[in-house]
């Protein structure tokens, strides 16, 4: 089978300098998806239109998957706050709380992906002896309560009023935080 | 004008979290996909890109087990891989600068930072297709060039262009590569 593959394998162009090789592999995808036609250049807006009306199509999940990802990083939250916490548990609820800020404004949550990646910025930038402060414990305890908030009343403008100014006033401290803790080391 | 064809290629799709699969996956099928296959983490991302010999890769970054990072730098491996040139797109909620040069340290061939959108999904997707940059194999790294448009402010000395051209058979660079499809 390799010396059939080898013999309709196409030719690639090979260069070589003297630390380094600049390989230019053969475009087999071009050569086989791509189709010229009739109409200016650009982008296939068809494909795009009946792509964004597949994903409305979901949009009836999205409060539900948004209340399933909130649930996850509620308990998540949880376990990092028993006396077995460990570096697992810490890890689960970094990953909650990323995907939260990655989903939450495709799922319809706008805030609730700006409190999430506030949270993410306070969990990956402190020192280990800062991060576990009750100062800190509070201000994670307090994003992990807004994102609970945002979901369970559904708040789904950017523009709300309470929502943006709680969004807003955590970002403020958490960057004040990080700017002053963050790379120090703490005696 | 020219479209691609979103039908006559295949996909993975690699993410922890199984509503994104399922976004990706219905926006996918919007542009006409048909074969697309969907694995939970990095290993089994592997596993399905062996199995499945996929046209395009789309992974995010933080996984159980081993990450989208590490799926790219086990893909990127020219002696082992069954096709280390496959196009790599990485969807991810990370948007640092640090992390961009991180993912394209390891090979990623485009980023893209969530909100997920079609429109930016497409765009990735016809770039890949359209627009493939050429790989570079130093003694560190093994992807695509790293260079995206010529620096102006340049003024160190220019290594490319100035070696020794030939066209060689693919099967030297990485055994069974798959270019029969």
């Known amino acids: ?187 | 004008m020219f479209s691609v064809e979103c039908s006559r290629l295949r996909f993975l799709i690699v993410d922890d979290n199984n509503h994104m699969r399922r976004i990706i996956r219905a926006l996918l099928h919007g542009f006409g996909v048909r074969e697309a296959y969907e694995a939970e983490d990095g290993a089994a991302g592997l596993e399905a890109f062996t199995s499945y010999s996929p046209d395009i890769v789309i992974t995010d970054w933080a996984m159980p087990i081993f990450d989208g990072l590490e799926l790219t730098r086990m893909i990127r491996q020219p002696e082992t891989s069954t096709n280390p040139y496959v196009p790599i797109i990485m969807v991810t909620g990370h948007a640092e600068r640090r992390r961009i040069t991180e993912a394209r340290d390891a090979g990623v061939t485009e980023f893209l930072v969530k909100p997920i959108s079609a429109k930016a999904l497409y765009q990735r997707i016809v770039s890949v297709v359209m627009v493939p940059r050429p790989f570079i194999k130093t003694a560190t790294y093994f992807g695509p060039c790293r260079r995206r448009t010529p620096n102006p402010n340049f003024g160190g000395f220019e290594r490319r262009g100035k070696g020794v051209s030939e066209k060689i058979d693919p099967i030297r660079i990485g055994d069974g590569m798959r270019h029969d499809r």
């Open chain 1, 1 to 187: 089978m390799p010396r059939l593959i080898k013999k309709m394998a196409p030719a690639m162009k090979v260069e070589h300098g003297s630390d380094h090789t600049v390989i230019h592999p053969h475009n087999a995808l071009r050569a086989r998806a791509v189709v010229m036609h009739d109409g200016p250049h650009g982008l296939d807006e068809t494909a795009i239109r009946r792509a964004e009306i597949a994903l409305q199509g979901l949009s009836a999940n999205f409060n539900g998957w948004m209340e399933e990802a909130c649930r996850t990083l509620v308990v998540a939250h949880q376990a990092t706050k028993t006396a077995e916490r460990t570096k697992n548990s810490a890890t689960t609820f970094h990953r909650a709380a990323h995907d939260i800020r990655g989903h939450g404004t495709t799922l319809g949550f706008p805030l609730a992906t700006r409190v999430a990646a506030s949270l993410c910025l306070l969990l990956e930038n402190l020192p280990e002896a800062i991060a576990n402060s009750d100062a800190v414990s509070t201000l994670v305890d307090q994003h992990v309560d807004a994102i609970r908030a945002i979901t369970r009343e559904g708040v789904i403008q950017s523009t709300h009023r309470v929502g943006e100014t709680l969004a807003t006033e955590l970002e403020a401290i958490t960057e004040r935080l990080v700017a002053r803790f963050s790379g120090q080391t703490v005696h």
